[in-house]
Structure formats: C-alpha cells, structure tokens
C-alpha cells in the first residue's frame, strides 16, 4: 500500500505543479462571474441559471480535468522511459496500474474540492444559505463518477496507443453516456425486437454515470438523497472501476515494455 | 491536449446533442430525415426552443419529462399553457403512479427531480426569468418568450415596467405580432389603468389578426377570442356599453361558448335600455 | 565466487506487430555468470542486444526461451529487483520533481524507513554531486547532471547489484570520467556491477570481467587480462576482430 501511495503522491504532485488545472479553474471563475454580472430585469436575487452555468463548466472541467491526466500517464511513463526504473524497483504491475489510478482520482478530487468550494460562494453570495450536505452529496457523487471515468481512462491508455485519440474517445463516451444513459431503456423499447434486447442489455451493462449528476436537485435546493441510496451509488461506482482496473491489469500485466 | 479543446467540444457535444433531441421531439419520430438539414440550418432557433424549454424545467423545479418520456403534441410547454390559466390536474406524473420500466430507473429517480412539482414561492418566478431573455437572444421572432416573460414579470414579481420594456423589445422584433400587442394591452389595462392606451392597443391587436389570421383556414380563434374579451371588458368597466356589446358580439362568432357570450350580451343591453 | 547474475540459454525474440514480417532475434543461446563483487562489461556494438538482455534481466520483456537469474531468484519475481540498482538509457525523470523528491519517491517505493531515507538522499546526491542542486527541479538540469540524478536514483536503495544501460553516453568527458569513478567506488564497495557500453577505452579501466556480443551471439568472455594476453592486442583490436570487421593495414 505504500508503494501504492508514493506512486499517487507523484501524480497528484504532477497536476498541482502543472498549469492546465488553473487555466480550467480560472475560466470557470470568469465565465461564471461574466454570466453572473448580467443585468436581468434589474433583479439581483435570480441565482439559479447561475448556479446552472456555474455546475456546467465543472462538469465539463472535472471531465476535462480527470480524463487529461489520466490519458497521459501511463503514455508519459513510456516516452519518457520513467516507467523503466520504475518497474526495475520491487513493484508489481497493479501497483502501478493502482498507484496511477488512486494519484489521478484523488488529484481530481482535490480540483472539485476547489471547484465546489466556488459554487458554493456563488451560490451563497445570492441565496444566503450553505446546504453543505446537499453539496457534499452531490460532490460525492460527481468524484465517484469521475472514478469511473478514470479507470476506464487508465484501461484506454493501454488499448489505445495515442493518448489524444484515448482521450477523446473516453470523452465522448462519458459526455454521451451523461446525456443519454437515463433514456437507453426507453430507446430499446422504441426498437424491434433483436435489437431492443440488444440494447436493454446494454442499458444494464454500461455504467450509467448520469446517475451521479444530482446537479438539478442542487441548482432547485431539493431535499438530501437518502444517504442509503448515496451509498448504493457509491458501491455502484466502486464496483465498475474495479472491473474497469481489474481488466486494464489483464492486460497490462503481461505486457512486454520495450 | 490543450484544455480549451475539449471544452469547445464538450459544449458543443452538449448542445448538438440538446437540439437534437428536441428537434427529434418537434419533428415527430417519423420525420427524422428532416432532423439534420434543421439542425444545420436553423440551429439558432432550435437552441431557443432548448433554451425556452430549459425555462419551462425551472417552472417545475427542475422536474422536466424528457423527449423519451413523452411527447408534447402541440409543440407547446406546459408552463406557456398555465400562463393561459389551464387547470392542474393532467399532472399525472406523481411519484406514487408513476410506473418504473425497471429497477436501475427506480434507482435512478433518486438522482434527479423525478416528481411533478410547481415553484413554491412566488418570487421563485425569477428563476425563470434568465432563460427566457437568453431565448429572445437566440431568437427575437419567437413570440412566446415575451408574453409568458411578460406574463411572470407582471403577475408574480409585480414587475410592471420590466414586463412593459420587455414586451416592447418584442414588438420591435416582431411589430404584427397580435400575441405581444395583447399582453401589452393587457398590461396598460390591469396594471396600469391606462385605458386609452390599452383601447389603442388592443385595436391595434384586432386589426393586426384580422390581417394575418382571418383569411386562414385555421385561424387562431383562441387569441382573437382573448383580445375581444380584454377588449370588451375594457369597454365595459369604462361605461362604454354599446362598443363592449359590439366587442361581445363579435366574439360570440369565435368562442366555444357562445350561449354565455349571449348572456353577457344580454345582461348589458338591459343595463343599457335601463337609463 | 558466490553467483549474483546468472543466465542461461537465453533467448529474446520481437515479434512484428506488421503482419509479413519476421520476428526479430534480439538475444540467441546466451549464458552468462556475474559473480559477486564483480564488475562485469557488457559490450557490443549498437544494436548487439545488450538492452534486450537487461530487459529481461529486470522483468520487462519475458524471455522467449531460457531463464535468467538474480540472487538465486528467477527474473519474473518482483522480489528479486529489491537489492538491484536500475540505470536505464536516456531516462528523462519527472521533471516537475526535484531531485530530492524524486529520491524520496523512490524510497518510498523500496520501503525505506523514513530516518535512513534522508541519509540515503544525503550520501547519493553528494556521490554523484548534485548535492548543490538537490532543490531544483529536474527540468533544470543539464543531461549530465539528469544522468547522475539517473545514477542516484539507482542506488537510493543501497543495492547490491548494479545494472547500468550506457551509462557514460552522450556524456562528454568529464562527465564519463566521474561516472568511471562512481563505479570503482562501488567497486570498492563490494558491490557487483553489470554494465553495457560500446566504448572500450573506459571498460579496460574498471572491469574484472567483459563479454562481447554482437548480433545477438556471444562472441567472447572472460577476465580482461586474459584476453589481452590471448589476442595480444588491446581490448578494441579484439572487439574489432570478433565482429568480423577488419582493419586496413
Ligand atoms: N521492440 C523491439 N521490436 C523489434 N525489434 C527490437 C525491439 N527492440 C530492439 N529490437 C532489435 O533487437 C536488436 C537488439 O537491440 P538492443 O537490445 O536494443 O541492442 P543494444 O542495446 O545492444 O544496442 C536490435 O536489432 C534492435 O533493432
Ligand atoms: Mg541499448
């Protein structure tokens, strides 16, 4: 487990001391604050578009965010041969494989910490209250979420050779996962028949990471999910980046490095 | 990979995506060949519909059933038919009715707001309020954006003037359009007690759909048969008898009830005859 | 002489991933002894295989046929690499991390306690003398100094086995010299060092013990005097024959 932290302590040093994570964050800041200084009808108490576009860009920046520093792990390992001395020290391949994945999950959780910090201001600076539960839930969620999207990541830089192509095609796959996973069901029963069965079971497969976009319980203040249910989903993710490691270390494991 | 690109192509993932599916929904399923040539086209009006839909979801806290749930068959949303002071009980999607297709949207309806629910609060409104000015924005032709934004302005936050400019930057836009000389006339009348002007608007509004709607096969009936009743109890109120009966008359012609319009004609010719 | 390295019948082949083309012999019926405390050249013109051996020697590349042993233990053991020092070729380390941190990752990972990390850290940066810039991050450094921060990291964990890819390439002559020096120190240790090059000035100078190889075969093994004395020419003439190249007169 030690190895497993001082390989997760790099990457989260990685992300700290590179520049693209600020960048992110500094645009959020001003796209929020750009949209939150229009003049509506000269009320100042309108709050929820804002909280709207504000929980927007830090879905796409927390995508963004977690799938960039996945995607180049394990390729920056390579080309910059780092991952030779590295794997020359008593460490086993899922160690690596865990080390990377835990160093990126928790560098992500880290900017959303920052990022829902921020939404909290905004919000609070207009509505006056702090629903913390109602934004530690839905920050939970989103982090879980974003773990999904890691491992998947960290299993694509193994397939996928190019990090730039890996991470488009893990972007889209969430982005269009987050859209349509809550309506794959409804879209199978519109089909015929070898085909519905085909994609209800896809339905039941795919991990439907939209579950874990609670954002518009949060931007219409709706009550706390029951905590059970929340730590269903957390299962939920859990279980999914598991699979998604345990099948990256498949391959991985004996992987020729040369 | 520099994070600005995929931002850019997030949002624009996000927004193709949202226009289509609503262009999905206004073209019926049968028609989706047409979907793509729209989307290229006029992918400026259908981000305003998204946008006004967006705000008829922010009248139901969020809740909104999306193209898949169901499909709306008048194109028109839920909240511009309350503005028109429809009743509530077609709300059939309470939580204790609503029948889940299987266990993971069972699961899933914890995550998002899966029950029918109206703003709480009066001032609540508000939050409607942005999307609507964003959807003039996208497209200034699109009438409904100003009479319901009108409508929320003036009823609920007691926002007459804001509601008033409002109405006017559509009627620059769109200077026929009866359905916003309506709701202007219908503001001088009950907010502002300004008959004359309310008189000349809604005359105005009269002329304005007896140019463009009468010669119709399907004229809208419904809004001519609104301005006629704003109208004539303009006249009424004002002691002007003989042109509200004028006003109920011709809209005994147009309405679904004319046996009431009759009594209304009635009562007011007996007022009337009596000096 | 107690056995550190040992190798046997070993063999290496690349398969092409374009179909048509042939597999690749990198390594063919190699064997091989290091005994410790010694200090073993590896030598073979560009291309002869000496890196593919290494690679199977620390797990990275499964062998094709043949087995390879460090202390007794079979290559394919994560637990043989914990008393070896690794120095890649043309390693380009984290570069958003010092040289400190770096070392510190790597003892982190080797499980040392923390007390005898720092003095490890402390004794390695002042051997290969980047002590000055222990704060600095790597992107800083010059490629001699980043080949040094290479060599400390290779011996954060005080190994008993040292296997050095190139080590003095692409340095200029200073830089090899104290990279020579580095060795007998180790040496005189008591370490066993493994080392590959394809300059031979240097290796007559620090080894006990050199191999050839060229084109994946070993051409020639033994003590460095005795070959000397065998060929009677000096260890680049010998080099030079064994590939069968030979010089105008
Ligand atoms: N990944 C690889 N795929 C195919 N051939 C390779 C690969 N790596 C090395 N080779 C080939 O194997 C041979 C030995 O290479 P290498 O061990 O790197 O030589 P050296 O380190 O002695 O210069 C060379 O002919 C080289 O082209
Ligand atoms: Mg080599």
């Known amino acids: ?122 919000s609070a600076s207009r509505e006056h209250s702090w629903p913390v539960a109602n934004y530690l839930q839905a920050g939970w969620l989103h982090w879980m979420m974003l773990g999904i999207v890691i491992a998947f990541t960290l299993l694509g830089s193994i397939v996928f050779a190019a990090p730039s192509s890996n991470g488009t095609i893990c972007f889209v796959c969430s982005a269009g996962m987050l859209l349509l996973g809550r309506h794959l069901n409804k879209v199978a029963l519109s089909l015929a028949e070898p085909l519905q069965s085909l994609l209800y079971g896809l339905y039941f497969v795919l991990p439907h990471l939209e579950l ?23 299962l939920y993710a859990a279980a999914y980046a598991a699979f998604f490691l345990f099948a990256a270390w498949l391959i991985f494991r004996r992987r020729a490095l040369n | 990979m520099p994070p600005a690109l995929p931002i850019a192509l997030a949002l624009a993932i996000a927004l193709a995506a949202g226009g289509r599916l609503l262009l999905w929904q206004q073209a019926g399923v049968q028609d989706t060949g047409s979907v793509f040539a729209l989307l290229l086209g006029e992918s400026r009006r259908a981000f305003a519909d998204q946008v006004f839909l967006k705000a ?39 939580p204790s009715e609503r029948e ?107 002329e304005k759909w007896l140019r463009q709607e009468a010669g119709k096969p399907n004229p809208d009936e419904l809004a001519y048969g609104h301005i006629l009743a704003q109208l004539a109890a303009l006249e009424e109120r004002t002691g002007n008898l003989p042109q509200a009966i004028n006003h109920f008359t011709r809209l005994k012609r147009v309405s679904p009830a004319p046996d009431t319009v009759q009594k209304r004609i009635e009562e007011l010719q007996t007022k009337l005859s009596r000096p | 002489m107690e056995t550190t390295l040992s190798i046997e019948n070993l063999r290496v082949e690349y398969r092409s991933r374009d179909l048509g083309e042939s597999t690749k012999v990198a390594v063919r019926a190699l064997n091989l002894r290091v005994g410790q405390g010694e200090v073993f050249g590896f030598l073979g013109p560009n291309g002869a295989g000496k890196t593919s051996t290494m690679n199977v020697l620390l797990g ?6 043949g087995t390879a042993r460090i202390f007794g233990v079979d290559v394919r053991e994560p637990i043989a ?94 830089g090899r010299m104290k990279v020579r020096e580095i060795i ?14 394809h300059e031979l000035g240097e290796v007559e100078t620090v080894c006990d013990r050199v191999a050839i190889l060229h084109q994946g075969e070993l051409k020639t093994e033994g003590r460095v005097s005795d070959l000397l004395r065998e060929h009677s020419a000096n260890l680049e003439q010998i080099f030079l024959n064994l590939i069968g190249f030979t010089s105008q007169p």
């Open chain 1, 1 to 122: 487990m030690n190895t497993v932290w001082a390989l997760a302590n790099v990457v989260v040093l990685e992300m700290v001391r590179r520049k693209d994570f600020y960048v992110l964050f500094i645009l959020t800041v001003l796209l929020t604050g750009t949209a939150g200084s229009v003049n509506l009808f000269n009320d100042r108490s309108i709050v929820r578009y804002l909280k709207e576009i504000c929980l927007l860009l830090i879905w796409v920046s927390g995508l963004v965010i977690a799938i960039t520093c996945t995607a180049r792990q394990i390729p920056a390992e390579r080309e910059h041969r780092t991952i030779f001395p590295l794997l020359a020290k008593p460490v086993t391949r899922a160690q690596f494989l865990l080390g990377k994945f835990l160093g990126c999950w928790l560098a992500t959780g880290l900017a959303l910490a920052l990022f829902y910090l921020f939404f909290g201001l905004v």
């Open chain 1, 212 to 234: 874990f976009d609670v954002r518009d319980l949060i931007i219409h203040n709706w009550e706390l999910i029951p905590w059970g249910v929340v730590a269903l989903a957390t």
């Open chain 2, 56 to 94: 008829d979801a922010y009248f139901h806290q969020g809740y909104y059933p999306s193209v898949f749930d169901l499909a709306l068959p008048d194109g028109k949303t839920h909240m511009a038919k309350e503005t028109e002071g429809h009743d509530h009980d077609d709300h059939s999607h309470t």
């Open chain 2, 100 to 206: 889940y297709r299987d266990w993971l949207e069972r699961f899933g309806s914890h995550f998002y707001p899966a029950e029918h629910r109206h703003m709480e609060k009066f001032g609540d409104a508000r939050e409607i309020l942005p999307w609507l000015r964003l959807s003039a924005e996208l497209d200034p032709h699109r009438v409904d954006t100003y009479t319901v934004a009108a409508y929320w302005l003036r009823e609920r936050l007691n926002k007459v003037n804001d509601a008033e400019a409002f109405l006017r930057d559509g009627l620059r836009a769109n200077p026929g359009s009866y359905e916003i000389l309506f709701e202007l006339g219908r503001l001088y009348a009950e907010n502002n007690r300004d008959v004359p002007r309310a008189r000349a608007v809604l005359e105005l509004a009269i």
């Open chain 3, 60 to 65: 990275f590349v499964p062998p094709t046929s």
């Open chain 3, 81 to 174: 690499r914990q008393r070896i020092g690794y120095l890649p070729e043309q390693t380009y380390y984290y570069k958003f991390l010092t040289a400190e941190e770096l070392l510190r990752f790597y003892a982190g990972i080797f499980q040392i306690p923390k007390a005898e990390t720092e003095q490890r850290i402390d004794a390695v940066l002042k051997l290969v003398e980047l002590d000055h810039a222990r704060k600095r991050q790597i992107k800083t450094y010059s490629k001699g100094m980043q080949q040094r921060a290479g060599l400390a990291q290779a011996l954060i964990n005080n190994p008993d086995l040292l296997i050095l890819d190139e080590p003095t390439s692409g340095l200029d002559p200073i």
């Open chain 3, 184 to 197: 007998q120190r180790l040496k005189s240790e008591g370490k066993t060092v493994f080392f590959s090059s």
